[in-house]
């Protein structure tokens, strides 16, 4: 069985420039979390999905992060204008409810 | 906020010796998640646990929910230069709300 899918896996970037990051979950699994880890510390939660609702965002930095998971499947976190402190790797998981999540491998993000 | 405090924050132990990690909250958690994290790749579950006092074995570690489901502790029996990585405790939460803490760098020198 497949896992969790990203890209691409790296990304370098100049700052103020849009960057977008893609998800495919694994089969089946109707929860999705975006999540930003920053060099030796745990992941913080950028939003979560239920399906095609995002039922929490309250971490997500609105003014410039956007994200969709059209028809409840993969996902697209973007971000524009990208700032020096965007760098980080940013996480997708998934899980089925009351499951535990499988991560992707990540996408690490660099902003010059 | 719920949060999760992970200690020590980094452990270098020589190859044979065993180590505890722990993960302790003021919070309650339906459940508990242990991953382990390599360079360059994302977290991999090791073990979910949902019992208070629940103790799962898996080779040389073993996993401890407390009996309040607030706190976890990792143990690793003769650990290997292969358990070497980033240990992560995740606590979930109602909701499917999955919080993590700050992690637990473990180097095994051979």
């Known amino acids: 069985e497949a896992g969790v899918v990203q890209s691409p896996r790296y990304k370098i970037i100049e700052k103020k420039q849009p960057v977008a990051f893609w998800c495919n979950p694994i089969?089946?699994?109707?929860?999705l979390y975006w999540y930003r880890q920053n060099l030796g510390q745990g992941p913080e939660l950028l939003i979560r999905?239920?399906?095609?609702?995002?039922?929490?965002d309250s971490q997500l930095p609105k003014d410039r992060f956007s994200a969709e998971r059209l028809k409840g499947v993969d996902s697209t976190l973007k971000i524009q204008p990208a700032e020096l402190g965007d760098s980080a790797v940013y996480l997708c998981?998934?899980?089925?409810?009351?499951?535990?999540?499988?991560f992707g491998p990540g996408t690490r993000l660099l902003v010059l | 906020t719920q949060l999760l405090e992970q200690s020590p924050q980094f452990l270098s132990i020589q190859e044979g010796e065993n180590l505890t990690v722990y993960c302790n909250s003021s919070?309650?958690?339906?459940?508990l998640q242990w991953y382990r994290q390599e360079p360059g790749e994302g977290p991999v579950l090791l073990v979910t646990v949902v019992t208070g006092g629940e103790v799962k074995k898996l080779k040389r570690l073993t996993f401890q929910f407390g009996d309040a489901r607030k706190d976890s502790s990792l143990h690793i029996t003769a650990a290997q230069p292969g358990d070497t990585g980033l240990y992560l405790c995740a606590g979930e939460a109602a909701g499917n709300k999955l919080t993590f803490g700050g992690g637990t760098r473990v180097l095994v020198k051979p």
């Open positions: 919070s309650v958690f339906s459940s």
């Open positions: 089969s089946g699994h109707n929860t």
């Open positions: 998981a998934s899980s089925l409810a009351g499951a535990p999540a499988y």
């Open positions: 999905y239920e399906n095609e609702e995002a039922v929490d």
